[in-house]
């Protein structure tokens, strides 16, 4: 069974410093992974995709096969950067995401 | 293109009532899914279609939830009779086979009282 973790329901850290935002999977096989970013009630929307490696609004992410994990990153943190975030992953073709539970990410001025 | 498009935005029902949400996905994806976002459980993927054909429904969480895709621009989501443990925020996403990811609509959040 695929499945997608993110241990830090909640992450605040002050505007200008590093964040990095944990997820691990689970999956037999070689999956996708995306990162999804949703601004207060508002829908989500695709941030970055492993495929892809690169980087939107100074974020990155890069695939850990050894350790299963796909982290988010970004060196300097800004305010408008105070959102939910999930990661997801995909098995491939027309299947579904199975989503983490998501971090919130909190930037302190 | 004017990206996913749900409706109603929002939707307030007494127990007991029956609740459709609508979706229209983007044309020319092939792929649509409902999804149930709650602050318990997440995101939680429901059903998904693949050219108008339920593959996967079996997030769907009771017999009082059904999904159609009567064609390529448009599908619901059924609950009946709804119940307040229902009440959530239902995404609708679309995709070209997962090529370049997957574009959601802006939600439906449903409150049954």
């Known amino acids: 069974a695929q499945r997608v973790t993110q241990p830090e329901k909640l992450l605040s850290v002050f505007k200008g410093a590093p964040v990095e935002l944990k997820c691990n999977y689970s999956y037999s096989g070689s999956p996708e992974l995306f990162w999804y970013v949703q601004y207060s009630r508002q829908r989500l929307q695709l941030l970055l995709r492993h495929i892809s490696r690169e980087s939107i609004k100074g974020f990155t992410a890069d695939l850990n096969k050894g350790e299963t994990s796909f982290h988010l990153k970004k060196p300097f943190a800004q305010e408008e950067d105070s959102a939910m975030y999930y990661c997801a992953l995909s098995g491939g073709g027309a299947d579904g995401l199975t989503f983490g539970k998501g971090t919130h990410l909190i930037i302190q001025p | 293109d004017a990206g996913v498009i749900q409706s109603p935005r929002h939707e307030v029902t007494e127990m007991g009532q029956e609740v459709t949400l609508r979706c229209k996905p983007i044309?020319?994806?092939?792929?649509l899914f409902w999804y149930r976002q709650t602050m318990m459980r997440g995101l939680e993927l429901l059903i998904y279609?693949?050219?108008?054909?339920?593959?996967?429904d079996s997030g769907m969480p009771e017999d009082r939830f059904s999904a159609k895709m009567p064609n390529a621009s448009f599908s619901t989501l059924k609950i009946q009779p709804s119940e307040p443990r229902d009440s959530a925020v239902y995404f609708c996403?679309?995709?070209?086979?997962?090529?370049?990811?997957?574009?959601f609509g802006s939600g439906t959040r449903l409150t049954v009282v």
């Open positions: 279609f693949n050219n108008n054909v339920p593959i996967d």
């Open positions: 996403a679309s995709s070209l086979a997962g090529v370049n990811g997957y574009t």
């Open positions: 044309s020319g994806h092939n792929s």
